[in-house]
């Protein structure tokens, strides 16, 4: 089960952090939930994560994020990954999707928060003091 913990999962970008958290809170409830209501459940995290990597996609792009094609790798890899489970559980097969989110899924998430996310994180900061300092104004990224 993840636990979201501000000190040490937080990025200090607040979209990506509500949209972790969002993520966080979807897994948990994937994780705990009944065979009744997990196909549900299991939908709303895919489009949870479809707007999720598209978003951080954009802000990739607008930052001119050096690493974008390794992130965006690591996106196509997981969400490929969530459209195949949920394949299964149309299927009514639950015991590979449910392991899925259970260990595959909250580790990637671990992973990839304290790696690729990170790095993007401190991208958009510099980015943005950038502007600031060249514009005398507000950071603003979109």
Same mark, same amino acid.
């Given at each position: 089960m993840l636990t979201w913990n501000d000190k040490t999962h937080a990025l200090g970008i607040a979209e990506m952090?509500?949209?972790h958290r969002e993520f966080t809170a979807l897994?948990?409830?994937?994780? @705990?939930?009944?065979?009744?209501?997990f196909a549900a459940l299991f939908e709303k995290l895919l489009e949870h994560c479809r707007l999720h990597f598209t978003n951080e996609g954009r802000l990739m792009?607008?930052?001119r994020f050096p690493a974008l094609n390794e992130h965006e790798s690591e996106h196509h890899r997981i969400y490929g990954?969530?459209?195949?489970?949920?394949?299964?559980?149309?299927?009514?097969?639950l015991m590979l999707p449910r392991a899925f989110v259970k260990q595959g899924l909250e580790s990637w998430f671990s992973q990839h928060l304290s790696s690729m996310d990170a790095a993007l994180a401190a991208h958009l900061k510099r980015v943005g003091q950038?502007?600031? @300092?060249?514009t005398g104004g507000?950071?603003?990224?979109?």
């Open positions: 952090d509500a949209t897994t948990n409830l994937l994780a @705990e939930c009944d065979d009744t209501d792009r607008i930052s990954d969530l459209v195949q489970m949920h394949r299964a559980v149309q299927r009514g097969r950038a502007r600031v @300092e060249m507000l950071p603003v990224l979109g």
